[in-house]
Structures are given as C-alpha cells and as structure tokens.
C-alpha cells in the first residue's frame, strides 16, 4: 500500500488518479514508478493507488477515499478491487 500520510520515499509525491499516468509495478520489497505516457517536465504525476483496507469495505470508508479527480472515466475511488 502506498500512503503519503505515512511519510516514505519520494513516491509520497504521487497523487491519485483513476486516470492515471503512471503505475506502480512492485519488485520484491521495491516499488518502481513506470511512465504509462509522455510526461512534460513539471508535470504531476497520477498513479491508481488501489487502496486496500482491512475489513469491510462499508459506506463511510468509501466517503472517506473518494477520488474528486473529475476525469469521465472515474471510479470516484481511490480504493482498489477488495480481495
Ligand atoms: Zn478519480
């Protein structure tokens, strides 16, 4: 999982998208960040956090990772497929 709250590396930096332009591919005990477009310098970088929350997955959790990204595509959340 992937939390800027929680302090971390430089992929703090990365905001949610549904939309994303990058993606976080996991190697072992790394996460590389892959480029999924041309990115223009300065340009802020997306991944889908596809969050994974212990238990339930209940109504207020959902109100509390909503996504107000506004892309058309949107899942409106920053949660992934619950296992
Ligand atoms: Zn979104």
């Known amino acids: 999982m992937i939390d800027g709250s929680r302090g971390g590396n430089s ?15 996991e190697t072992g ?4 960040i892959h480029a999924l477009a041309a990115i223009a310098p300065g340009e802020e970088l997306f991944i889908d956090y596809g969050l994974a929350v212990d238990g339930a997955v209940t109504n207020d959790i959902r109100a509390q990772y909503t996504c107000h990204c506004g892309t ?12």
């Open 11 to 25: 992929a703090r930096f990365l905001n949610h998208a549904c939309s994303p332009n990058c993606e976080a591919i």
């Open 29 to 32: 005990e790394r996460v590389f």
């Open 72 to 83: 058309s595509a949107g899942r409106r959340t920053m949660l992934g497929k619950q296992r």
